[in-house]
């Protein structure tokens, strides 16, 4: 487990590191989890080839908030 931030300022809570394959993890304390809330998580996305990401947060619900992005509980 690691965490991540890019020189220009956005960065990852959680990064998840298994065999090179990596998973980011954004913690937010809200139970609305806007697509905004997930940028970071869609920069490192793109430029690390991850092909999922996921928003933590405080409601019951889980939510698609894009492409390869969740949200969850």
């Known amino acids: 487990m690691r965490f991540w931030r890019n020189p220009d300022g956005p960065g990852i809570d959680w990064l998840l590191d ?3 394959k990596y998973l980011p993890i954004e913690v937010k304390l809200t139970d609305r989890a806007a697509l905004e809330g997930a940028r970071h998580v869609l920069v490192f996305m793109k430029e690390y080839e991850a092909g999922k990401g996921l928003v933590i947060r405080t409601s ?5 908030l894009s492409e390869g992005v969740t949200a969850v509980p």
Request: aromatic share 0%; charged share 40%.
């Open 60 to 64: 019951p619900l889980a939510d698609l």
């Open 18 to 20: 298994r065999e090179g």
